[in-house]
């Protein structure tokens, strides 16, 4: 581990030399990925149930601070879709302070989980585990846009996504062609965009030429401002949430579901940036970064932020190289909006859903989900149990159960990896050539793979099998690279059965990580030192001694 596993990325570029011309780059990267970050943040925050302002809040302080105090170079942080589901959860049931609050405990989570060094750990939850809640998010939050994309004037929202579907099927007379047209412009716009000119944002131009068309032609659509009244850009002063002890203790799952989400998005934006430029992030440092964020975004009316990889990339492609394109990204952000805020009301809700619907499907990573469905059963059962259990229950659950799920598939399939068996003659009458000399009386009993819990009752069931122990048994150990506490149980009780029954045990090929655990659980002086050796000959040896 290096000196510098905390040392933040702008850090290390300024003791390297920041000149001017990177400068440069960084500053053009910044003001086009903070052009774009402005509707998506706007977006993300009507989405989860909050004021527009909020989310932008969210990307000037959250973005200003994951860029000060990253472990990446060039990675942006803000609001992001993935967190839009449990957001609007928390503030449905807690109201805004409860999402503060639930934030804040997720900053100090995930501090404590790069001091702890876990930023290589995150990377152990599975592929379809990641890939079943990304999409399964992606589906909640198209769910979620159907309304305002068909434009419907229902004031009630439901919770849950069937209730979503059915509210919307009930009322499909009230569909407005004019809030459809518009989404569906959105829509066209950010796809064909990009093949004029990519120097501005499509979704920039979806804004702006929506917007006039509502009010040029005084369409009859829901716009922010009636939703959500004056828009305006105040940072207040900072302020701790409410605290209250009931609804703490509610909250501990959710902000570690927001501690999760924000390091496994944030590292794999990092990644993503690494492979683009060749660098290396710190990830612990990373989730520091992340950690400082979140606790601080909240304390001034801010909701979750974590790394963002749509927008670290276009940083990347505009010539982004360093933390302070970030920094510029987060300025951007804040001044625009300080100068257009006003304008922000006139922004038409079905242009936000036409956004989120392209955000939704850029997340469905329904390519991946499609090949992921041809991988063995327990993936796809795995894949499926998660995507299912974040639409149909909360994000929250489908962390817990596809982690849960993941961990138990694992130990089965390291189970089925150890093999144990008596060794048998072979067809010559004879023993394999390493085994020669084994005289009657004496057995040898292989064990082949990681000797734990989950094999423990496969070494019951193969010593069972066999019908009267022999005088002296020698357990071959030497292809078993680790034991755990219920393997050295299971052994203990074996020894004391076999002991009982007048059999010796003799011990062979035991590496010094496995006599470490012998002796530490008290093996080693229960049979005698001299009765675990090195090899099977010498092991034999010792056999033949008891025998005579």
Same mark, same amino acid.
Request: hydrophobic share 50%; aromatic share 10%.
């Given at each position: 581990?290096?000196?510098?596993?905390?040392?933040?990325?702008?850090?290390?570029?300024?003791?390297?030399?920041?000149?001017?011309?990177? %400068?440069?780059?960084?500053?053009?990267?910044?003001?086009?990925?903070?052009?774009?970050?402005?509707?998506?943040?706007?977006? %993300?925050?009507?989405?989860?149930?909050?004021?527009?302002?909020?989310?932008?809040?969210?990307?000037?302080?959250?973005?200003?601070?994951?860029?000060?105090?990253?472990?990446?170079?060039?990675?942006?942080?803000?609001?992001?879709?993935?967190?839009?589901?449990?957001?609007?959860?928390?503030?449905?049931? $807690?109201?805004?302070?409860?999402?503060?609050?639930?934030?804040?405990?997720?900053? /100090?989570?995930?501090?404590?989980?790069?001091?702890?060094? %876990?930023?290589?750990?995150?990377? $152990?939850?599975? $592929? @379809?585990?990641?890939?079943?809640?990304?999409?399964?998010?992606?589906?909640?939050?198209?769910?979620?846009?159907?309304?305002?994309?068909?434009?419907?004037?229902?004031?009630?929202?439901?919770?849950?996504?069937?209730?979503?579907?059915?509210? #919307?099927?009930?009322?499909?007379?009230?569909?407005?062609?004019?809030?459809?047209?518009?989404?569906?412009?959105?829509?066209?716009?950010?796809?064909?965009?990009?093949?004029?000119?990519?120097?501005?944002?499509?979704?920039?131009?979806? =804004?702006?030429?929506?917007?006039? =068309?509502?009010? %040029?032609?005084?369409? @009859?659509?829901?716009?922010?401002?009636?939703?959500?009244?004056?828009?305006?850009?105040?940072?207040?002063?900072?302020?701790?949430?409410? /605290?209250?002890?009931?609804?703490?203790?509610?909250?501990?799952?959710?902000?570690?579901?927001?501690?999760?989400?924000?390091?496994?998005?944030?590292?794999?934006?990092? /990644?993503?940036?690494?492979?683009?430029?060749?660098?290396?992030?710190?990830?612990?440092?990373?989730?520091?970064?992340?950690?400082?964020?979140?606790?601080?975004? @909240?304390?001034?009316?801010?909701?979750?932020?974590?790394?963002?990889?749509?927008?670290?990339?276009?940083?990347?492609?505009?010539?982004?190289?360093?933390?302070?394109?970030?920094?510029?990204? *987060?300025?951007?952000? #804040?001044?625009?909006?300080?100068?257009?805020?006003?304008?922000?009301?006139?922004?038409?809700?079905?242009?936000? *859903?036409?956004?989120?619907?392209?955000?939704?499907?850029?997340?469905?990573?329904? &390519?991946?989900?499609?090949?992921?469905?041809?991988?063995?059963?327990?993936?796809?059962?795995?894949?499926?149990?998660?995507?299912?259990?974040?639409?149909?229950?909360?994000?929250?659950?489908?962390?817990?159960?596809?982690?849960?799920?993941?961990?138990?598939?694992?130990?089965?399939?390291?189970?089925?990896?150890?093999?144990?068996?008596?060794?048998?003659?072979?067809?010559?009458?004879?023993?394999?050539?390493? $085994?020669?000399?084994?005289?009657?009386?004496?057995?040898?009993?292989?064990?082949?793979?990681?000797?734990?819990?989950?094999?423990?009752?496969?070494?019951?069931?193969?010593?069972?099998?066999?019908?009267?122990?022999?005088?002296?048994?020698?357990? &071959?150990?030497?292809?078993?690279?680790?034991?755990?506490?219920?393997?050295?149980?299971?052994?203990?009780?074996?020894?004391?059965?076999?002991?009982?029954?007048?059999?010796?045990?003799?011990?062979?090929?035991?590496?010094?990580?496995?006599?470490?655990?012998?002796?530490?659980?008290?093996?080693?002086?229960?049979?005698?030192?001299?009765?675990?050796?090195?090899? /099977?000959?010498?092991?034999?040896?010792?056999?033949?001694?008891?025998?005579?």
């Amino acid at each position: 581990m290096t000196k510098r596993t905390f040392e933040p990325k702008i850090i290390t570029v300024l003791r390297e030399g920041y000149s001017l011309p990177v %400068f440069l780059k960084d500053l053009m990267a910044g003001v086009i990925v903070g052009i774009v970050a402005i509707p998506l943040a706007i977006a %993300f925050a009507i989405a989860s149930g909050v004021k527009p302002e909020q989310g932008i809040i969210t990307a000037f302080i959250g973005g200003l601070l994951i860029s000060l105090f990253s472990g990446s170079r060039t990675q942006i942080g803000g609001p992001t879709g993935a967190f839009i589901i449990i957001v609007l959860g928390i503030i449905q049931k $807690y109201g805004y302070e409860g999402l503060a609050l639930a934030t804040l405990m997720a900053g /100090v989570i995930l501090v404590i989980m790069g001091l702890m060094r %876990f930023g290589e750990a995150i990377k $152990y939850i599975p $592929y @379809p585990v990641t890939i079943g809640f990304t999409s399964g998010i992606a589906v909640v939050i198209f769910s979620t846009q159907i309304q305002d994309f068909l434009g419907l004037n229902v004031k009630t929202s439901a919770p849950h996504f069937f209730d979503k579907l059915g509210v #919307c099927l009930n009322n499909l007379s009230q569909i407005n062609p004019f809030a459809v047209g518009l989404s569906i412009l959105t829509i066209l716009v950010i796809k064909f965009w990009p093949l004029l000119t990519r120097k501005i944002p499509g979704t920039i131009i979806a =804004i702006i030429l929506t917007t006039f =068309i509502a009010r %040029f032609f005084h369409l @009859p659509v829901a716009i922010i401002g009636e939703r959500f009244g004056s828009v305006s850009f105040r940072l207040s002063f900072p302020h701790l949430p409410q /605290v209250n002890i009931d609804v703490f203790t509610q909250l501990i799952s959710p902000a570690i579901t927001i501690a999760i989400l924000a390091g496994i998005e944030s590292l794999l934006s990092a /990644v993503v940036a690494d492979g683009m430029l060749g660098t290396r992030h710190r990830s612990n440092m990373e989730l520091v970064g992340q950690g400082i964020a979140n606790i601080v975004s @909240p304390l001034f009316g801010g909701i979750p932020a974590t790394g963002a990889i749509a927008r670290t990339a276009t940083n990347i492609k505009n010539g982004g190289r360093t933390p302070f394109s970030g920094i510029i990204h *987060a300025v951007t952000v #804040c001044v625009l909006f300080v100068f257009f805020a006003p304008m922000v009301g006139f922004v038409p809700m079905a242009t936000l *859903a036409g956004i989120l619907i392209v955000v939704s499907y850029q997340m469905s990573e329904w &390519r991946h989900f499609k090949q992921l469905l041809k991988s063995p059963r327990s993936d796809v059962l795995l894949l499926l149990t998660t995507f299912l259990l974040t639409i149909l229950v909360d994000l929250t659950v489908a962390i817990e159960v596809g982690v849960v799920m993941a961990a138990i598939l694992f130990m089965h399939r390291m189970a089925e990896l150890t093999h144990m068996s008596f060794v048998e003659e072979d067809d010559d009458n004879g023993r394999p050539h390493e $085994y020669e000399g084994v005289p009657e009386g004496v057995e040898i009993f292989e064990i082949n793979g990681p000797f734990f819990f989950g094999a423990a009752d496969k070494f019951r069931e193969a010593i069972s099998s066999f019908k009267k122990l022999p005088q002296v048994l020698i357990l &071959r150990m030497s292809a078993v690279p680790a034991v755990d506490a219920t393997a050295v149980n299971t052994l203990q009780r074996f020894i004391d059965t076999a002991e009982a029954g007048g059999t010796q045990v003799v011990f062979a090929g035991v590496n010094k990580r496995v006599f470490r655990v012998f002796d530490k659980y008290g093996i080693v002086k229960r049979i005698g030192i001299e009765n675990i050796l090195t090899d /099977v000959p010498l092991a034999l040896a010792r056999a033949i001694s008891f025998l005579k």
